[in-house]
């Protein structure tokens, strides 16, 4: 049997496990290296359907924003 693991979801894992930690004990290396990691899961995440809905919900909602102040 061979067990594959996406890396986009091992980095999603990652991400909330860093993220639920207390952040008053963070530096700011600590902070950049998650600032690192949440990049390299955007650019992995974004060519997959589930990126392009997200952009495209994104700008859609931007849109009725920018609507919405005229």
Do not use: C, E, H
């Given at each position: 049997?061979?067990?594959s693991?996406?890396?986009?979801?091992?980095?999603a894992v990652?991400i909330?496990?860093?993220?639920?930690?207390?952040?008053?004990?963070?530096?700011?290396?600590?902070e950049?290296?998650?600032?690192?990691?949440?990049?390299?899961?955007?650019?992995?995440?974004?060519?997959?359907?589930f990126?392009?809905?997200?952009?495209?919900?994104?700008?859609?909602?931007a849109?009725?924003?920018s609507?919405?102040?005229?």
């Open positions: 049997m061979v067990l693991v996406n890396v986009t979801v091992l980095l990652v909330v496990v860093r993220l639920r930690r207390r952040t008053q004990a963070r530096k700011r290396s600590d950049q290296l998650t600032v690192l990691i949440v990049l390299v899961f955007g650019v992995l995440v974004a060519p997959t359907a990126g392009q809905w997200v952009a495209d919900m994104a700008g859609q909602l849109a009725g924003i609507d919405t102040g005229r």
